[in-house]
């Protein structure tokens, strides 16, 4: 088969070097890619959002599956496009139609499909600029923390989490009344906080069948003891060790069938990845958000835990046949930690010289924001490069990936050194 993965960042290097293990795969090709993905295949240097410029890579490189990597072309519809296109149409897109990707792409829409299908979440309403008031009434009725979520795509940055009810009005007219997060901030999500502890479960389904995939849970503050600035993660460690076997039942039974149900009885047609983010409350799991892909840098640290192949998988997705499938997965824990540009969440300059790559040992590197220039690799994002370690214990693994990012070197690298320290 000839695969397209579709994005540029460290979870779709990911993808490449999963799928470049499987028998049935022909040639693979990244668009746009990155330093790392263009040693597993070819780069193309084309946008995913550009859907023609996609077209004409599969109708010339003679595509047989593509793979969506970030939310962004799926919210815009490119498995649509692809449906309606009559040479494209028989080609399968692993990610959801535009229909079931508003799951991301609105808050208030997931909120809705969330109570609408009794799966548990947060007490909440939705807000815009003319019910500005109303929005205050009901802040006045919750206990600080205050939770304010932009609708829309934001980058992951579209979350508030603030201690005083002043503050959350001043938030809530900034995000309503002066755009703070653009179009994403027209409407604003207001919820009661939960207090506990986060995990990521992960989902692969064909419409009907699905497949649970490996916990995970990622740190995305940029500062150990998660302080600072929210980031696109800093690390990630896969299995979550309180996600015992009577939790998982109950994220099973209570959140991931009805999920799924839910997507069949509202007649979205899905085929790909339900990333489900959890909070644990005594014991209990409760929503806090959906995604329509993979996390990153969660995938650096589930899809190495995957034992089975992930292109029969995603073979299996697109013709409906994932039952007849098994998933087997590695026991051992995976650790992945994040090293960031100087300056990341904020501003940060692209184009240093990285090395030590070759020197990494008991690691796989998962280039993120690089370049290939020359014979150089170079910085070209926030965040640069992962390393995910195995180990029989999540002390073991992080050793592994600390040692390694001590030998990879540029300008300005940052890690955080507390990965799985609330574990």
Request: charged residues 25%; proline residues 4%; hydrophobic residues 40%.
């Amino acid at each position: 088969m000839n695969v397209l993965i579709l994005g540029s960042g460290g979870r779709e290097h990911t993808f490449a070097w999963k799928l470049s293990q499987s028998p049935l795969l022909k040639k693979l090709y990244i668009a746009p890619g990155n330093a790392g993905t263009g040693n597993l295949g070819e780069n193309i240097n084309v946008n995913a959002d550009d859907f023609p410029a996609v077209k004409s890579i599969c109708l010339e490189k003679d595509i047989n599956l593509v793979v969506v990597g970030p939310e962004d072309p799926l919210v815009k519809g490119i498995h649509d496009f692809f449906l309606a296109d009559t040479e494209l149409k028989d080609i399968p897109v692993i990610g959801p139609q535009k229909a079931g990707a508003e799951l991301e792409g609105s808050k208030d829409f997931a909120k809705e499909f969330l109570f609408r299908h009794n799966i548990p979440t947060a007490a909440y309403q939705t807000f815009t600029s003319e019910d500005l008031d109303q929005g205050y009434a009901f802040l006045e009725t919750l206990k600080a923390p205050y939770v304010l979520k932009a609708d829309g795509l934001a980058a992951g940055k579209g979350v508030l989490i603030l201690d005083s009810i002043d503050e959350a009005k001043a938030e809530l007219k900034e995000m309503l009344t002066e755009a703070k997060f653009g179009a994403a901030s027209a409407k604003v999500v207001i919820e009661e906080f939960l207090d506990g502890i986060e995990l990521s479960v992960f989902v692969l389904t064909d419409g009907n069948s699905y497949k649970v995939l490996p916990t995970a849970k990622d740190y995305k503050r940029i500062g150990e003891g998660d302080t600072g600035l929210n980031t696109g993660g800093m690390g990630a460690i896969s299995p979550v060790p309180f996600a015992d076997d009577i939790l998982m039942r109950k994220i099973e039974d209570r959140i991931v069938k009805p999920t799924v149900e839910g997507l069949k009885k509202d007649k979205l047609p899905y085929k790909g990845f339900i990333f489900i983010g959890l909070i644990k409350v005594d014991n209990e799991p409760i929503v806090i958000e959906y995604n329509v892909r993979m996390g990153d840098p969660e995938t650096e640290a589930v899809l190495p835990r995957i034992k089975s192949d992930l292109l029969e998988l995603f073979q299996a997705v697109g013709e409906g046949k994932l039952d007849q499938k098994t998933l087997e997965l590695d026991p051992r824990f995976a650790t992945t930690v994040m090293m960031v540009s100087g300056g990341y969440p904020e501003a940060y300059e692209k184009g240093k010289v990285m090395s030590g790559i070759d020197t990494v040992k008991d690691s796989i590197v998962f280039h993120a924001g690089t370049k290939q220039v020359g014979a150089e690799v170079q910085t070209n994002g926030g965040r640069v490069m992962a390393l995910t370690s195995f180990g029989d214990s999540i002390n073991e693994a992080l050793a592994k990936s600390f040692a390694n990012a001590e030998k990879v070197n540029f300008d300005g690298k940052y890690y955080r050194t507390d990965i799985g320290f609330d574990l």
